[in-house]
Nanobody, 125 residues
Framework: QLQLVESGGGLVKPGGSLKLSCAASGLNLDDYAIGWFRQAPGKEREELICISGGGAISTFANSVKGRFTISRDNAKKTVNLQMNSLEPEDTANYFC??????????????????WGKGTLVTVSL
């Protein structure tokens, strides 16, 4: 059973930046497609961005294009979400998810096999 843990959430002012990390206990995420999603109160889950096992990046949400980037930190064995120019509308619980099946590509939420519990990001003055 793969357990994913997100970290790095918190309170940030509009225009600020945060970096979220996704780690798996004792495992290397290199072989898996990893996606970041978010869910704001009262709203549906939103697919944001994903990196395939081969390193191809898919950005699903137009609202984060140019502001959010995804990357792998091989030394720390994490997949990171760098969020810049944050807006109050970015306030949400952010989740990472992994696809462990082959092919290790980004198919969206329905293609993911394991989910973390999320980390809360609040953008406010």
């Amino acid at each position: 059973q793969l357990q994913l843990v997100e970290s790095g959430g918190g309170l940030v002012k509009p225009g600020g930046s945060l970096k979220l990390s996704c780690a798996a206990s004792g495992l290397n995420l290199d072989d898996y497609a990893i996606g970041w999603f978010r869910q704001a109160p009262g709203k549906e889950r939103e697919e944001l961005i994903c990196i395939s096992g081969g390193g191809a990046i898919s950005t699903f949400a137009n609202s984060v294009k140019g502001r959010f980037t995804i990357s792998r930190d091989n030394a720390k064995k994490t997949v990171n979400l760098q969020m810049n120019s944050l807006e109050p509308e970015d306030t949400a619980n952010y989740f990472c998810a992994a696809r462990t099946r082959i092919p290790n590509l980004c198919y969206g939420a329905n293609g993911m096999d394991y989910w973390g519990k999320g980390t809360l990001v609040t953008v406010s003055l």
